[in-house]
């Protein structure tokens, strides 16, 4: 029997329109017949924090017809409940081929809708997360935290209190007192995986406030088998709602993070918030990077 060849493998960068920007994920708009090992198994050939896969929707799921999905991501090492830079890629990866319009993708985390624009000819995707929640964290594991990074807690911004935020994925939020000590990033990559799996944690949220609206974010994710994400989706909706909780911004309120400068890989991520809705939004532009791994 002739095997079935590999679908199409695309690569893409989002939150950036430059192939040397963002953060790069594998798609996989037609994932039918892949079962859990051929998904990992391509995500650790491509080596990204995550590679997003298409196939058909659960029954149920609403949206308009050929655009809703179920959506999985794996990690080189694991599968990732949710993943906000490979929904963007995606989203825009199935708009080039399809046209702008709505998604409607159906994640472990839950349902989450995706709009594509077109914006002066760039593609612009805008995911909806599913609802946030914002949870303590216990002192101990913050200094087990701050341990490992090699941080002190006068490293911390004090207006920045510890939390786990959560937007489909966990991420330990912990906020520098200054733009230095987040750009010296050194961790026992071990010992922070360990830590995060203890916590059930997708990243750490590193991050600094330049102005009311303005962040610069690093995230950690060992865990993911990789040493840092470029931008992250995920940790930005979790951010975005930290900050409500804690009445950091206003109700109504647009943030812009800079995120992968110090990697080399410099993106930009919109998150908003909107009163009365608890949900957050999440947007940024994406872009193809010529290489294709074609089925073989």
């Given at each position: 029997?002739?095997?079935?060849?590999r679908?199409?493998?695309?690569r893409y960068?989002?939150f950036t329109?430059?192939?040397?920007?963002?953060?790069?994920?594998g798609?996989?708009?037609?994932?039918?017949g892949?079962?859990?090992?051929?998904?990992?198994?391509?995500?650790?050939e491509l080596?990204?924090?995550?590679?997003?896969?298409?196939?058909?929707?659960?029954?149920?799921?609403?949206?308009a017809?050929?655009?809703?999905?179920?959506v999985?991501?794996f990690?080189?090492?694991?599968?990732?409940?949710?993943c906000?830079h490979?929904?963007?890629?995606?989203?825009?990866?199935?708009?080039?081929?399809?046209?702008?319009?709505e998604?409607?993708?159906?994640?472990?985390?839950g349902?989450v809708?995706?709009?594509?624009?077109?914006?002066?000819?760039?593609?612009?995707?805008t995911?909806?997360?599913?609802?946030?929640?914002?949870?303590?964290?216990?002192?101990?594991?913050?200094?087990?935290?701050?341990?490992?990074?090699?941080?002190?807690?006068a490293?911390?911004?004090?207006?920045?209190?510890?939390?786990?935020?959560?937007?489909?994925?966990?991420?330990?939020?912990?906020?520098?007192?200054?733009?230095?000590?987040?750009?010296?990033?050194?961790?026992?990559?071990?010992?922070?995986?360990?830590f995060?799996?203890?916590?059930?944690?997708?990243?750490?949220?590193?991050?600094w406030?330049?102005?009311?609206?303005?962040?610069?974010?690093?995230?950690?994710?060992?865990?993911?088998?990789?040493?840092?994400?470029?931008?992250?989706?995920?940790?930005?909706?979790?951010?975005g709602?930290?900050?409500?909780?804690?009445?950091?911004?206003p109700?109504?309120?647009?943030?812009?993070l800079?995120?992968?400068?110090?990697?080399?890989?410099p993106?930009?991520?919109?998150?908003?918030?909107?009163?009365?809705?608890p949900?957050?939004?999440?947007?940024?532009?994406?872009t193809?990077?010529?290489?294709?791994?074609?089925?073989?």
């Amino acid at each position: 029997m002739t095997p079935k060849p590999r679908p199409e493998i695309l690569r893409y960068t989002a939150f950036t329109t430059d192939p040397a920007g963002g953060n790069p994920a594998g798609v996989v708009l037609d994932a039918a017949g892949l079962d859990d090992p051929a998904q990992l198994a391509i995500a650790a050939e491509l080596g990204y924090s995550e590679t997003a896969f298409l196939s058909a929707p659960p029954a149920g799921l609403g949206g308009a017809a050929g655009r809703a999905f179920t959506v999985r991501y794996f990690s080189p090492l694991a599968e990732v409940l949710f993943c906000g830079h490979a929904t963007v890629a995606t989203a825009i990866a199935f708009a080039e081929r399809h046209g702008p319009g709505e998604l409607l993708l159906a994640t472990r985390a839950g349902t989450v809708p995706v709009t594509v624009a077109e914006e002066n000819g760039v593609l612009r995707a805008t995911l909806t997360s599913v609802e946030p929640a914002v949870l303590d964290v216990t002192e101990r594991d913050v200094t087990r935290a701050l341990d490992i990074l090699g941080w002190s807690a006068a490293d911390l911004d004090p207006a920045f209190p510890a939390r786990i935020g959560y937007a489909g994925a966990r991420h330990l939020i912990l906020a520098a007192a200054t733009r230095a000590r987040l750009a010296d990033l050194s961790y026992d990559f071990d010992a922070l995986a360990a830590f995060m799996r203890d916590l059930d944690l997708t990243t750490l949220q590193l991050v600094w406030r330049e102005s009311e609206q303005v962040f610069h974010v690093r995230d950690p994710f060992p865990v993911g088998g990789v040493v840092e994400d470029p931008a992250t989706g995920a940790a930005a909706a979790a951010l975005g709602a930290y900050t409500r909780e804690l009445g950091l911004v206003p109700p109504d309120a647009v943030l812009t993070l800079h995120q992968g400068a110090d990697m080399g890989r410099p993106g930009e991520l919109t998150v908003e918030l909107r009163a009365g809705d608890p949900r957050v939004r999440v947007s940024g532009t994406g872009t193809r990077i010529a290489q294709t791994v074609a089925g073989r």
